[in-house]
């Protein structure tokens, strides 16, 4: 064990963080940034619920040693806020398509989604259902949740035609 | 926080096989997907770990000259499915490992990592046997090249000794060219489970393209480590596609299996899927390659 400094980019924030190299990066981001839209619920990468984007691909942040996080780029839900301070569409998506419910998957679904909300791909139901495969609902309200981030993907492409 | 005794960043093989040597008990971690949970899980706890994760050397896809294939250990599930080498010649591998765990599972796990745990059920594996997969392993002094048959050495037990590591995966010509393959995952769920049974075959047929001329047949699950089935193999090469060549290799598999009940599965559901799967198997592999089943 020993105490290293993590320098990585966090929400458009640059940071350089004394950590314990054998934190998880959902550690780091919960106690040490208090991001606490990072839940932890399995703590063994199986229930999604601590996705994080790092260089815009979806990891398991409970999984993931916060020393690997070095020089990359981080983002979690915190960071879809805009300048104004308000929510972004897919959050917007999740209230307006009753795909909250208790509320400890969102966080971790909404990111999941965010490939494929940025990605210029089509994307078609089942490949929604399979980018999001790795995040459990307990609460069991993925129907929609399929309808918030397909709502919001097509929104977006029909934007940037 | 993990209960790890101490874990070193390893920024060259090189560097990672100095630090191997030095302390022969230290444990490779690649993406963590397999070592942190059973950390986690406390079976590995206190345990040190020399971490491979930043050798970017170790990542990607590439053509050598001589038309083999090589692929880098660490290159991530999701990163070899995308690969355009691997979609042209070998898409049957990219195809088998976007059927491991999930998304975020798929960004972390690699390649390296999933056959280096030695369990039975790795998605890539059974596929990577049917492609004779050769594996450089390089060590302190030297490096070597073997079969991945001979990388098993029994459950959770693969051929890496002290200071030794797999630094790449060789995928040669002969094994991918005019060859097209399938896997099939048979498992509960369509996502975040662990395969009952995988079943991969790769095939060539003649100019015809009514006949078997070449067959590779490839189980996960079927026994303590990943296997191919030789017999079944050299039955019904030369033969015409036919319901009596698929079951031919069905009942000469069933032989040759080894599968024990689990509280997964029973041995002798097991043993059902394994006659049944390679004979789907086939059947799409051949239809990739042109080929027309019953007539």
Same mark, same amino acid.
């Given at each position: 064990?020993?105490?290293?400094?993590?320098?990585?980019?966090?929400?458009?924030?640059?940071?350089?963080?004394?950590?314990?190299?054998?934190?998880?990066?959902?550690?780091?981001?919960?106690?040490?940034?208090?991001?606490?839209?990072?839940?932890?619920?399995?703590?063994?990468?199986?229930?999604?619920?601590?996705?994080?984007?790092?260089?815009?691909?979806?990891?398991?942040?409970?999984?993931?040693?916060?020393?690997?996080?070095?020089?990359?780029?981080?983002?979690?839900?915190?960071?879809?806020? %805009?300048?104004?301070?308000?929510?972004? %569409?897919?959050?917007?998506?999740?209230?307006? @398509?009753?795909?909250?419910?208790?509320?400890?998957?969102?966080?971790?679904?909404?990111?999941?989604?965010?490939?494929?909300?940025?990605?210029?791909?089509?994307?078609?139901?089942?490949?929604?259902?399979?980018?999001?495969?790795?995040?459990?609902?307990?609460?069991?309200?993925?129907?929609?949740?399929?309808?918030?981030?397909?709502?919001?993907? @097509?929104?977006?492409?029909?934007?940037?035609? | 926080?993990?209960?790890?005794?101490?874990?070193?960043?390893? *920024?060259?093989?090189?560097?990672? $096989?100095?630090? &191997?040597?030095?302390?022969? +008990?230290?444990?490779?971690?690649?993406?963590?997907?397999?070592?942190?949970?059973?950390? =986690?899980?406390?079976?590995?706890?206190?345990?040190?770990?020399?971490?491979? =994760?930043?050798?970017?050397?170790?990542?990607?896809?590439?053509?050598?000259?001589?038309?083999?294939?090589?692929?880098?250990?660490?290159?991530?599930?999701?990163? &070899?499915?995308?690969?355009?080498?691997?979609?042209?010649?070998?898409?049957? &591998?990219?195809?088998?490992?976007?059927?491991?765990?999930?998304?975020?599972?798929?960004?972390?796990?690699?390649?390296?990592?999933?056959?280096?745990?030695?369990?039975?059920?790795?998605?890539?594996?059974?596929?990577?046997?049917?492609?004779?997969?050769?594996?450089?392993?390089?060590?302190?002094?030297?490096?070597?090249?073997?079969?991945?048959?001979?990388?098993?050495?029994?459950?959770?037990?693969?051929?890496?000794?002290?200071?030794?590591?797999?630094?790449?995966?060789? $995928?040669?010509?002969? +094994?991918?060219?005019?060859?097209?393959? =399938?896997? $099939?995952?048979?498992?509960?769920?369509?996502?975040?489970?662990?395969?009952?049974?995988?079943?991969?075959? *790769?095939?060539?047929?003649?100019?015809? !393209?009514?006949?078997? /001329?070449?067959?590779?047949?490839?189980?996960?699950?079927?026994?303590?480590?990943?296997?191919?089935?030789?017999?079944?193999? !050299?039955? $019904?090469?030369?033969? #015409?596609?036919?319901?009596?060549?698929?079951?031919?290799?069905?009942?000469?598999?069933?032989?040759?299996? /080894?599968?024990?009940?689990?509280?997964?599965?029973? !041995?002798?559901?097991?043993?059902? &899927?394994?006659?049944?799967?390679? #004979?789907?198997?086939?059947?799409?592999?051949?239809? !990739?390659?042109?080929?027309?089943?019953?007539?």
């Amino acid at each position: 064990m020993a105490k290293v400094v993590l320098s990585c980019t966090v929400n458009s924030e640059p940071q350089q963080i004394i950590i314990d190299d054998r934190d998880s990066l959902a550690d780091v981001l919960r106690d040490k940034l208090h991001l606490t839209s990072v839940k932890k619920g399995c703590e063994v990468g199986e229930c999604g619920a601590c996705t994080v984007l790092i260089n815009d691909e979806a990891f398991d942040s409970c999984i993931y040693l916060a020393i690997w996080a070095e020089g990359k780029e981080i983002r979690t839900v915190e960071g879809l806020m %805009d300048a104004d301070g308000e929510i972004s %569409d897919i959050q917007q998506a999740f209230i307006d @398509e009753a795909a909250v419910q208790c509320g400890f998957c969102t966080c971790g679904f909404i990111m999941s989604s965010m490939p494929i909300l940025e990605s210029d791909e089509e994307y078609t139901r089942d490949e929604i259902r399979k980018q999001i495969a790795g995040n459990f609902c307990r609460c069991t309200g993925y129907e929609n949740i399929a309808n918030a981030v397909e709502k919001v993907k @097509e929104d977006r492409m029909n934007n940037k035609k | 926080m993990y209960d790890i005794k101490k874990i070193y960043k390893a *920024t060259s093989v090189q560097d990672a $096989i100095k630090h &191997l040597v030095d302390d022969p +008990n230290a444990l490779i971690i690649a993406g963590g997907s397999d070592i942190l949970i059973k950390i =986690h899980k406390g079976k590995l706890a206190g345990c040190s770990l020399v971490s491979i =994760h930043d050798i970017d050397e170790l990542r990607g896809v590439s053509m050598q000259d001589n038309g083999d294939i090589k692929i880098g250990p660490l290159t991530s599930f999701s990163n &070899l499915s995308k690969d355009h080498i691997i979609k042209r010649y070998i898409p049957v &591998l990219g195809e088998a490992v976007d059927q491991v765990g999930g998304p975020q599972i798929r960004n972390i796990g690699t390649i390296g990592g999933n056959i280096s745990n030695g369990v039975t059920s790795a998605d890539s594996a059974s596929t990577l046997f049917a492609l004779n997969a050769m594996l450089e392993i390089t060590g302190p002094n030297n490096s070597r090249i073997i079969p991945i048959s001979e990388y098993y050495l029994g459950p959770g037990k693969v051929d890496l000794k002290n200071g030794e590591v797999l630094t790449a995966i060789i $995928i040669t010509k002969e +094994n991918y060219e005019d060859f097209t393959g =399938h896997y $099939i995952k048979y498992a509960m769920r369509e996502a975040m489970d662990i395969a009952t049974l995988g079943c991969c075959v *790769t095939c060539k047929l003649n100019d015809q !393209k009514d006949t078997i /001329k070449d067959v590779h047949l490839a189980y996960g699950v079927a026994g303590p480590i990943p296997m191919r089935c030789p017999r079944a193999e !050299k039955s $019904i090469i030369g033969m #015409k596609i036919s319901d009596e060549m698929f079951n031919t290799l069905g009942k000469i598999a069933l032989t040759e299996v /080894k599968p024990r009940t689990s509280w997964r599965a029973s !041995k002798e559901f097991r043993l059902q &899927l394994v006659e049944e799967l390679c #004979k789907r198997s086939l059947k799409e592999a051949i239809k !990739k390659s042109g080929g027309v089943i019953n007539g």
